[in-house]
T-cell receptor, first 114, second 116 residues
Framework: EPEVTQTPSHQVTQMGQEVILRCVPI?????FYWYRQILGQKVEFLVS????????KSEIFDDQFSVERPDGSNFTLKIRSTKLEDSAMYFC????????????FGPGTRLTVT | AQKVTQAQTEISVVEKEDVTLDCVYE???????LFWYKQPPSGELVFLIR??????QNEISGRYSWNFQKSTSSFNFTITASQVVDSAVYFC?????????????FGTGTRLLVSP
């Protein structure tokens, strides 16, 4: 069964450093998403991406964040200058479409900012 | 504004008991989708069910059943004859039309602990 994969599973970085989280969505999916979950809290939407551009983003997704689909398979989330409060689990998801299509989530990358 | 409320923070049951997880949502959209996801201790999010706002039929899948009541804006999830493997955090989520159905708004989750 096809699945969303994410690397690395755990990333430790120092405050102020840039990090790139990588995702490989399901191959025939068209919509890609990033969510985050601060430890013990709810899952929060960050951004959705379709046709090589951002289609929807939340207030959390400020200028420190960017997304890219550098090739036909990867989907990345970059945080330019990490802050302590960026420590969270970051989930990538993909879907074949919107409305009638469910989002399939990857296993997550745990980001720890020290 | 869209919001999902899962008032039960944690529920503990003994194996074979039935358990219902509550979900209440708020949206001004008349067209939306509702979801349940399971997050086991390993951390991934597992899709369980999707329901659109025009389909109020209850659904049963094995030991799982869902009760959607538009009149009370609720989408409750029942596990019959619970098992230890059901122990997880369960999230209810809403996808409203005004975001092009691209955004999932999650509740805070209910942690279910099933003991043997």
């Amino acid at each position: 069964e096809p699945e969303v994969t994410q690397t690395p599973s755990h990333q430790v970085t120092q405050m102020g450093q840039e990090v790139i989280l990588r995702c490989v969505p399901i191959s025939n999916h068209l919509y890609f998403y990033w969510y985050r979950q601060i430890l013990g809290q709810k899952v929060e939407f960050l951004v959705s991406f379709y046709n090589n551009e951002i289609s929807e983003k939340s207030e959390i997704f400020d200028d420190q964040f960017s997304v890219e689909r550098p090739d036909g398979s990867n989907f990345t989330l970059k945080i330019r200058s990490t802050k302590l409060e960026d420590s969270a689990m970051y989930f990538c998801a993909s879907s074949a479409g919107t409305s009638a299509y469910e989002q399939y989530f990857g296993p997550g990358t745990r980001l720890t900012v020290t | 504004a869209q919001k999902v409320t899962q008032a039960q923070t944690e529920i503990s049951v003994v194996e074979k008991e039935d358990v219902t997880l509550d979900c209440v949502y708020e949206t001004r959209d008349t067209t939306y989708y509702l979801f349940w996801y399971k997050q086991p201790p390993s951390g991934e999010l597992v899709f369980l069910i999707r329901r659109n706002s025009f389909d109020e039929q209850n659904e049963i899948s094995g030991r799982y059943s869902w009760n959607f009541q538009k009149s009370t804006s609720s989408f409750n999830f029942t596990i019959t004859a619970s098992q230890v493997v059901d122990s997880a955090v369960y999230f209810c989520a809403l996808s409203p039309r005004n975001t092009g159905f691209q955004k999932l708004v999650f509740g805070t989750g209910t942690r279910l602990l099933v003991s043997p």
